[in-house]
T-cell receptor
Framework: GAVVSQHPSRVICKSGTSVKIECRSL??????MFWYRQFPKQSLMLMAT?????????EQGVEKDKFLINHASLTLSTLTVTSAHPEDSSFYIC???????????FGPGTRLTVT | DQQVKQNSPSLSVQEGRISILNCDYT??????FLWYKKYPAEGPTFLIS?????DKNEDGRFTVFLNKSAKHLSLHIVPSQPGDSAVYFC??????????FGTGTRLQVFP
């Protein structure tokens, strides 16, 4: 159990367009979902935390109008990168918590390339 | 301010021997620690965790040690296997809030 999927796994888009990434908990209901970003050879940087039905909590330095997060249900969260720029190119990973706990289950990640 | 640090970016170990991965933290409020394993282009997978009220937790070949006074934890893998080759991240959290991840250590286990 505790499987998290992400779609798409890879996406290439042009500068100025928007891209939506989906994160789904397949076999459990996630009370909380997290979105991370990882630059090459660096740590996972938490971007935002979202709970179903409420607004996401963004980390300092993350533009909430640029990275739109919607947590529509207990099994689905989406991250939309709006007006993408080449510097938004990165590996985006979501995770989900089953209960109020530390244990997070990660999705396989999405490689975004903005040309 | 890097609250969780993994000072060794890489580690190379012979198959069958022990791998020791280290992690240091600065925030004394952390009350839970986890280790994750990550392959390239994949999400991290949970390995083992430890609460701050313990100093050791063991699961098969994996053992995590916590030294609160030194604000240090380590992951021991014994015996190491080639399939253990991956990047290992330690993470810390408090108040069941978000996790803070270290920068990772790339482990290579060679035959």
């Amino acid at each position: 159990g505790a499987v998290v999927s992400q779609h798409p796994s890879r996406v290439i888009c042009k500068s100025g367009t928007s891209v939506k990434i989906e994160c789904r908990s397949l076999d459990f209901q996630a009370t909380t979902m997290f979105w991370y970003r990882q630059f090459p050879k660096q740590s996972l940087m938490l971007m935002a935390t979202s709970n179903e039905g409420s607004k996401a909590t963004y980390e300092q330095g993350v533009e909430k109008d640029k990275f739109l997060i919607n947590h529509a249900s207990l099994t689905l969260s989406t991250l939309t990168v709006t007006s993408a720029h080449p510097e938004d190119s990165s590996f985006y990973i979501c995770s989900a918590s089953r209960t109020v706990s530390y244990e997070q289950y990660f999705g396989p990640g999405t490689r975004l390339t903005v040309t | 301010d890097q609250q969780v640090k993994q000072n060794s970016p890489s580690l190379s170990v012979q198959e069958g021997r022990i791998s020791i991965l280290n992690c240091d933290y600065t925030n004394s409020m952390f009350d839970y620690f986890l280790w994750y394993k990550k392959y390239p282009a994949e999400g991290p997978t949970f390995l083992i965790s430890i609460s701050s009220i313990k100093d050791k937790n063991e699961d098969g070949r994996f053992t995590v040690f916590l030294n609160k006074s030194a604000k240090h934890l380590s992951l021991h893998i014994v015996p190491s296997q080639p399939g253990d080759s991956a990047v290992y991240f330690c993470a810390a959290g408090y108040n069941t809030d978000k996790l803070i991840f270290g920068t990772g250590t790339r482990l290579q286990v060679f035959p």
